[in-house]
């Protein structure tokens, strides 16, 4: 069976708030090892469980977060900046299923810093659907038919798992106090956890359905300001909806819909006055 997993780092266990997840601050470098950590015990589970192929996507920010000479060392890992697709980088019909580690809630929903890719942004519309990165990477792989099998993070972050696809298996590794405060596991508590809800999702797979997205969707993407909305209008087929901080864009597929939405976040954080 060949597994793919994109790790994320905000809903990784014990991981409260930005001093953990940017790589300025003082607490990075020992959320890097939590991190790398938790998906050791994931690889290592999958790996009994019978996976004989297993890639990584490090998926937070400069996407260099993973210590791979921490790693299991059956595992391949994809790392660095930039990719073309991201948090989904490498994700195509070869694989069985997908696992998200360490993934959080939506922008403007509660949970431990909750977001969509940037701060910029308000909300992600796939046909009128509102999406976080979470259901953005669930609907690339249900393009290349793969389903997402099993989600970590905090309880807000397994709630919308839920929500979007059914019969998901999810691991709650700790539970939201505020945006920025947590009631964790213990790494070893969540390593234990997450042990058995591997084998749980595994065992599951044949009863989870790939979350397949709408043809020729219809991406909208709602900005804090006006001038992010303008940023992103640079980039050619998009438009402002009047009267709104909300920039359109008609795709061909899934596909084309995430790389237009990662030109236009970029576009958007040129705006140097919030």
């Given at each position: 069976m060949n597994l793919y997993i994109s790790v994320d780092m905000e809903g990784i266990t014990g991981l409260p708030d930005y001093t953990y997840v940017d790589s300025s601050q003082h607490n990075y470098e020992r959320a890097r090892k939590i991190m790398t950590e938790e998906t050791n015990y994931v690889l290592?589970?999958?790996?009994?469980?019978?996976?004989?192929?297993?890639?990584?996507?490090?998926?937070?920010?400069?996407?260099?977060?993973?210590?791979?000479?921490?790693?299991?060392?059956?595992?391949?890992?994809?790392?660095?900046?930039?990719?073309?697709?991201?948090?989904?980088?490498?994700?195509?019909?070869?694989?069985?299923?997908?696992?998200?580690?360490?993934?959080h809630a939506r922008s403007g929903q509660p949970g431990v810093m909750s977001h969509s890719m940037i701060h910029a942004v308000r909300n992600f519309y796939i046909n009128d659907r509102p999406v976080g990165e979470m259901g953005f990477n669930a609907y690339v792989a249900g393009y290349y038919g793969v389903p997402i099998l099993l989600v970590s993070g905090?309880?807000?972050?397994?709630?919308?798992?839920?929500?979007?696809?059914?019969?998901?298996?999810?691991?709650?590794?700790?539970n939201a106090i505020s945006r920025s405060a947590v009631k964790s596991l213990t790494p070893k508590k969540a390593g234990e956890l997450l042990t058995e809800k591997v084998s749980q999702a595994l065992e599951n797979r044949h009863n989870v359905e790939p979350l397949l997205p709408p043809e020729n969707p219809n991406l909208e993407i709602e900005f804090a300001n006006y001038g992010h909305a303008e940023w992103a209008n640079l980039m050619p087929g998009t438009?402002?909806?009047?009267?709104?901080?909300?920039?359109?864009?008609?795709?061909?597929?899934?596909i084309e819909a995430y790389k237009a939405m990662l030109v236009m976040i970029e576009l958007a954080l040129c705006t140097k006055f919030s």
């Open positions: 290592e589970a999958a790996f009994k469980h019978g996976c004989t192929d297993i890639l990584v996507n490090d998926s937070h920010s400069k996407m260099n977060n993973l210590l791979i000479d921490q790693l299991h060392p059956e595992a391949q890992l994809i790392t660095g900046d930039a990719k073309p697709l991201s948090m989904v980088q490498g994700l195509d019909s070869a694989f069985d299923g997908a696992v998200l580690i360490g993934y905090d309880e807000h972050a397994a709630n919308e798992a839920v929500e979007l696809i059914p019969n998901v298996t999810t691991a709650t590794v700790k438009e402002i909806i009047p009267g709104t901080t909300v920039v359109r864009y008609e795709a061909k597929n899934i």
